[in-house]
């Protein structure tokens, strides 16, 4: 079987690197459709259009109306084509930029991408998560290549709500884990073949990066600086989890998080929320040591992840709930039979309350540590 990586053909990172935007257009054409919900566009549309006009392009703003669903897909492609641009800019978080992609595919044209969160790893990949107009989760739309460019401005998401950079490193928790889980099974990822030893040691990074620089990271952004620290966990957030979960490959992690979609009480959380729990499923899932879901439980814990189901928002009728969430992780095609060993519902259930018992003895000896002090 064949190895296989891929990723954006031009990653730029860096506080004010929206105001050059213009310049890394030209080569794609002078006329581009611009996606994005109400608050980013009024928050960079006049940074694009001074960028564009400097270089000679011509800018149609349309608002992106807030879910990656077929219908919103419909209806910009159609806009596209009216006004016959030569290119796509999506801006925004992760269900703005899914949308540009997929509109991008379909009117195949070229999309650069400008996320102005580092809450998912979505700008980097060759895909879109597609759901129904209510947000549930509907299906992964695959594309034959991966953004153009990604260009990404710290200084923008320093500002962005400390909540979504945090949700961020809770999708890129799961990229070393799953990743893995798939070299080790031989999993075919979305790629198209199986992981890459470069994909592993780029899943580890991103790892490695959150240990080390997330909390550092979440300090600055509630400060709404940038520093070193942020910089590194927004490539690893943005580029490192991009690559590395679409060259590495998604296991039990994502799949238990696409069940929790299903749940009305979880609504609320953000994608990378509910991943990291869904990561600590995974943990133990796959027996893994004490010291390393220890690791991660500090981790999410120091940061604001969730690591109960309280705090993922399920305060009763908890095994029917979580029945549902095995159910529907278990299903056919879903990420999680990339894991190196059969899983069942039953397996899964055992997963999500073991963890959930894990998290809350976490806490309680946190709780009880800082009495005695």
Known sequence: ????????????????ALHYIGKYLEPFGKRYFIIADEFVMNLTRETIEKSLNQHGIEGVFEIFKGECSKNEISRLVSLLRTHKCSGVIGVGGGKALDTAKAVAYYGNTPVIIVPTI???????????VIYTDDGVFEEYLLFPKNPDIVIVDTEIISKAPVRLLVAGMGDALATYFEAKACYDSHAITMAGGEPTLTAITIARLCYETLINEGYKAKLSAEAKVVTEALERIVEANIYLSGVGFESGGLAAAHAIHNGFTLVEDCHHLYHGEKVAFG??????????????????????V?????????QMGILDGTEEKIRIVSQAACAEGETIHNMPFKVTPDMVYAAIITADMLGKDYLKRKQIKSNQH
Do not use: H, W
């Not at 580092?118 to 879109?128: E, F």
């Open 1 to 16: 079987m064949l190895r296989i990586i891929q990723s954006p053909m031009k990653y730029i990172q860096g506080a004010g």
């Open 118 to 128: 580092a809450s998912t790893d979505a700008p980097c990949s060759a895909l879109s």
């Open 279 to 300: 990561t600590l499923a995974q943990l133990v899932l796959q027996n893994s040591s004490e010291k390393e879901i220890e690791e991660v439980l500090d981790f999410c």
């Open 302 to 310: 120091k940061v604001g992840l969730p690591v109960t189901l309280e």
